[in-house]
């Protein structure tokens, strides 16, 4: 059984920065690629970003040239710097694993995590 547990949310005034981290439990997390998405009240759940088994990544528009994906396989953990937080930055983040990932999509998997509040406010 896979779990994703994910950490690092909290409240951050506009311009800071924040880490979030995702956990899984299981086996198949090198192998396999992942993805973070926010969602934000009475909003559908979106993608923010992507990373393939191999490292490559792909970004939703709104978040590039700010946020960064990153996986270290050794710890089966999966990171989403966000730096430069805007308040439209503010939702709950899920990670997602197993999912279909291309140069320029990524479909999600089966797996999510419970999600952690991010709120971007002065």
């Known amino acids: 059984q896979v779990q994703l547990v994910e950490s690092g949310g909290g409240l951050v005034q506009p311009g800071g920065f924040l880490r979030l981290s995702c956990a899984a439990s299981?086996?198949?997390?090198?192998?396999?690629?992942m993805g973070w998405y926010r969602q934000a009240p009475g909003k559908q759940r979106e993608l923010v970003a992507a990373?393939?088994?191999?490292?490559?990544?792909n970004y939703a528009d709104s978040v590039k040239g700010r946020f960064t994906i990153s996986r270290d396989n050794a710890k089966s953990t999966v990171y989403l710097q966000m730096n430069s937080l805007k308040p439209e930055d503010t939702a709950v983040y899920y990670c997602?694993?197993?999912?279909?990932?291309?140069?320029?999509?990524?479909?999600?998997?089966?797996?999510w995590g419970q999600g952690t509040q991010v709120t971007v406010s002065s």
């Open positions: 299981g086996s198949i997390f090198s192998t396999n690629a």
């Open positions: 990373i393939s088994s191999g490292g490559s990544t």
């Open positions: 997602n694993l197993g999912g279909v990932f291309s140069g320029s999509y990524y479909l999600g998997g089966r797996y």
